[in-house]
């Protein structure tokens, strides 16, 4: 079992950064971070695989960036230029798998109890 516990939710204006951190266990193949708005169903944000190759779901691409670190075991979202409709609770997730791009919410067994990003306009 890998346990995943997020930190660094706030409320912030549009156009600010967070920074989102989330400490795993023991590293797995694939990491993710997910996040679900109300009303919405939980979306895959950014994946990281072992060998720190990267992807973005369209609508963060160029604002965030997924990052970790296995000496603290840490996984990090930085996230830059804020929008209203990022607002949501933030999940990371792990995979032990190779294959981690776009991997639906179904595929990944780990998941952390999630952090609240609120971005007001």
């Known amino acids: 079992q890998v346990q995943l516990v997020e930190s660094g939710g706030d409320s912030v204006q549009a156009g600010g950064s967070l920074s989102l951190s989330c400490g795993y266990s023991y590293s797995v193949y694939c990491m993710a971070w997910f996040r679900q708005a109300p009303g919405k169903e939980r979306e895959g944000v950014a994946y990281?695989?072992?060998?720190?190759?990267?992807s973005y779901v369209a609508s963060v691409k160029g604002r965030f960036t997924i990052s970790k670190d296995n000496a603290k075991n840490t996984l990090y979202l930085q996230m830059n230029s804020l929008k209203p409709e990022d607002t949501a609770m933030y999940y990371c997730a792990a995979l032990s798998s190779p294959v981690c791009a776009y991997r639906a919410r179904a595929d990944f067994p780990y998941w952390g109890q999630g952090t609240q990003v609120t971005v007001s306009s």
């Open positions: 990281i695989d072992s060998d720190g190759r990267t």
